[in-house]
């Protein structure tokens, strides 16, 4: 009774505010959310992989896992895939495997940063063989889309250089063009390239793919089917990422997201956790797209090295979904008004608004009406799947885990 009250309190404040409040049900319903199949597995830092209790130790748990976070909240009907870290011998049978645990295939992630040839990189190394056989790993991963129905091959890339004089940067971005252009021919006609990019690290004097606009000009060279991929945690400190993020989806190329958050310089906290605002801010510039955002692909990418696993990925979506909730309460009308009338803080004030709003009601309201619990972490904690799973799976010393 309490929480219906609460629900009627802010539906009734936000009709008032001309604010529709069943239409933004309706979109936070639909809102899609894919989890990585990496964060359901043992993960660790650079100096240590902690072993989790349940933890996945194949891609069949993690699919197991991935749909009792599919059932909880509702909005996490995919998941991406890295190969060969998740790699079957029957796709179609794993595709369907999937859909039996509630979820389907969705991104698929090319490993070429963890192999000894790709010392100096994969397809930017000097080697010519070292680059056809990155490439032949893409083009394998181009296949495994059609066979699972997954339309996203994710491309991110460890390539760069530690030293001034230790190759040539230009070459080295023919390279990558060319090895691109080879894999881009491979992709099937409804998959779309996505390009991530990484300011550094591994390489300390310089990246191949450092950032958004050398991932954009990579891009434009491909064709339509390319486009960017914003990681949330791959920027210098100070970059306004909803800058980045407007200009990307004007020019049609903003392809999809990886969520995570981050202190300093890496990407494995939790979504939302460390900057919520900015977040809300992203957000804000994808509802303001209205219709330009619809292709935009969101993905979890995290690798939770100290945190359960399950409560670490429900926690995820549910930020993702409060900070959607939100940015869909701006008042736009009165946001435009004061932008042009010059209203600097009267327009800041208009988001803040709706970033104060305690949308947890509304996101509760929403879940009722679709048959799950409104309080997704709260279900996790009392239910016993954690502890099944660890009975069941045991505790394994992890040999590796994803980087960042």
Known sequence: MHQAADYERL??????QGIDVEEVKDRLKAQHIE???WGYGNSGTRFK?????????????KLADAGYVQRLTGVAPTVALHIPWDKVDDWEGLAQFAAEQGVGIGAINP????EEQYRLGSITNPSATVREEAVAHMVECCEIMTLTGSDLLSLWFADGSNYSGQDSMSDRKRRMEAALAETYRHLPASGRMLIEYKFFE??????????WGMAYATALKLGEQAQVLVDTGHHAQGTNIAHIVSFLLDEGRLGGFHFNARRYADDDLIVGTNNPFELFEIFCELVSAGSGADDVAYMIDQSHNIEPKLEAMVLSVV???????KALLVDQEALQERQLSGDVLGGHAVLAAAFETDVRPLLAQARIETGRDPDPLAVL????YSERVARERGTIEASGGYPG
């Open 11 to 16: 539906a009734e404040r936000l009709d008032a």
């Open 35 to 37: 989890t990585p199949s």
């Open 49 to 61: 992989v902690y072993s989790w209790p349940g933890a996945a130790r194949n891609i069949q748990e």
């Open 111 to 114: 490993n070429v940063f963890q």
């Open 202 to 211: 591994p390489g300390f004097y310089h990246t191949d793919l450092a950032d």
């Open 319 to 325: 930020n993702c979904q409060t900070a959607f909730a």
């Open 381 to 384: 904690r009392a239910d016993d």
